[in-house]
């Protein structure tokens, strides 16, 4: 049985970092645990920011023309012509694409907010679904630099709260758009939503395209990765693996 959730708003939340965050993978804690919204008095129509960009990354004006220096060095060694009216600002726009497609070093999940559950203590609650997929997805292998890119689906069966959908969307965004690999966000994922929601069980499944083997090495054409991930009753109950997997098909 497939449930419907409801889209949500995350309310506002002291920023996660004060002092200028490098480009990593580092966050300073949260001191408390994600706000439960749809309560009265929480204040959701006070929102001033969102939870995607908290921790915005500062380059000083120095740094970067010293990195486009560096990169029009390297372009102009690999064989680029430098200064054509073509290539005279392929250093900026290069690293200002490697900028925008790394922006989820900027968001913090620990500030999504999350509905009482919608179950009511029927006694379907422990073997419905919620599923939101295909979530298309881009990502920078970390150990090339190169795109891999695919769909994610996402599942889980709530226990006491629910998580808007298009914040499900938004998690798969938030740790794709980093130098990543494939298993770490599969992962990522999933330890997420088990701490955001504390449900009965997670699922999570991406199909992805590796440009890191399709460009260089094996040079491999056709192939693409899959991997999957189970948390809670998705462990041990096969028949609830199948039926996450009947929904993905049905949508892919």
């Known amino acids: 049985m497939l449930s419907v959730a ?22 300073q ?27 915005p990354r500062r380059i000083a004006p120095e740094q970067w023309q010293r990195f486009e220096g560096y990169m029009k060095e390297i372009f ?4 680029i012509p430098a200064g054509s009216p073509s290539t005279v600002d392929t250093p900026r726009r290069f690293l200002r694409a490697i900028f925008d497609a790394t922006s989820g070093y900027e968001g913090d999940e620990k500030l999504v907010t999350a509905f009482p ?3 009511r203590g029927g006694p379907d609650c422990r073997i419905s679904q919620v599923v939101e997929g295909p979530i298309p997805f881009f990502s920078l292998c970390e150990h090339h630099s190169l795109p891999f890119f695919g769909k994610a689906y996402v599942g889980y069966i709530a226990h006491e709260h629910i998580l808007g959908l298009s914040k499900l969307t938004r998690l798969v965004r938030l740790y794709a758009r980093r130098f990543s690999v494939q298993e770490r966000i599969g992962q990522q994922l999933a330890d997420a939503l088990e701490r955001i929601l504390a449900p009965h069980g997670v699922a999570v499944h991406l199909e992805a395209v590796h440009l890191c083997t399709q460009m260089r090495g094996v040079r491999e054409i ?19 693996r199948a039926e996450f997997f009947g929904l993905c098909s049905h949508w892919g």
């Open 76 to 79: 102009t060694a690999m064989g």
């Open 6 to 27: 409801s889209a949500v708003t995350a309310r506002p939340a002291d920023r996660c970092c004060e002092e200028v965050m490098q480009v990593s993978d580092q966050r």
């Open 222 to 240: 056709e192939s693409s990765s899959r991997t999957s991930y189970w948390r809670g009753n998705y462990d041990g109950d096969a028949q609830l």
């Open 117 to 119: 559950t919608e179950c």
């Open 29 to 55: 804690p949260v001191a408390t645990p994600p706000p439960v919204a749809g309560l009265a008095g929480d204040g959701l129509e006070d929102l001033t920011e969102e939870w995607e960009a908290v921790c």
